[in-house]
C-alpha cells in the first residue's frame, strides 16, 4: 500500500510564496515520478510540475520560471516551492507518484490534496 502525505498549503496574498511537501510512503519502486497537478473550482485537473527519480523535471507553461520542483529520492518526497502567486493560481494542489510494476500499465497514487488560495 502506498500513502502520500501532503502539506504546506494556505492562504498567501498575490505575489507572495508557498512551500507544498508530499511525503511517499509503502511499497515504492526507486524509479518513479512524483509531482504536483491541481485542480480549480469548475475546471479539470491539470499538472503543474513532474519531476522522475532520475532528475527530470517537466512544468506547466503556467507555471515556468514562478513554480520549482525537487525531490528528495532517500526520503521519498517532492517538493513544490511556488513564488510570485497569482490569482489563478488558487485550486487545491494534489501530489501525484506514478510507478510500473513489471510490464504492466504505470499506476497512479493521489495525495488527499491542499489547498492553495491566492488574494489579490
Known amino acids: 500500500q502506498v500513502q502520500l502525505v501532503e502539506s504546506g498549503g494556505g492562504l498567501v496574498q498575490a505575489g507572495g510564496s508557498l512551500r507544498l511537501s508530499c511525503a511517499a510512503s509503502?511499497?515504492?519502486?526507486?524509479?518513479?515520478?512524483m509531482g504536483w497537478y491541481r485542480q480549480a473550482p469548475g475546471k479539470q485537473r491539470e499538472m503543474v510540475a513532474i519531476?522522475?527519480?532520475?532528475?527530470?523535471?517537466a512544468y506547466a507553461d503556467s507555471v515556468k520560471g514562478r513554480f520549482t520542483i525537487s525531490r528528495d529520492n532517500a526520503k521519498n518526497t517532492v517538493y513544490l516551492q511556488l513564488n510570485s502567486l497569482k490569482p489563478e493560481d488558487t485550486a487545491v494542489y494534489y501530489c501525484?507518484?506514478?510507478?510500473?510494476?513489471?510490464?504492466?500499465?504505470?499506476?497512479?497514487?493521489w495525495g488527499q490534496g491542499t489547498q492553495v488560495t491566492v488574494s489579490s
Open positions: 501525484n507518484l506514478r510507478m510500473t510494476r513489471g510490464l504492466g500499465a504505470p499506476v497512479d497514487y
Open positions: 509503502g511499497s515504492i519502486f526507486s524509479s518513479n515520478t
Open positions: 519531476r522522475s527519480s532520475g532528475g527530470t523535471a
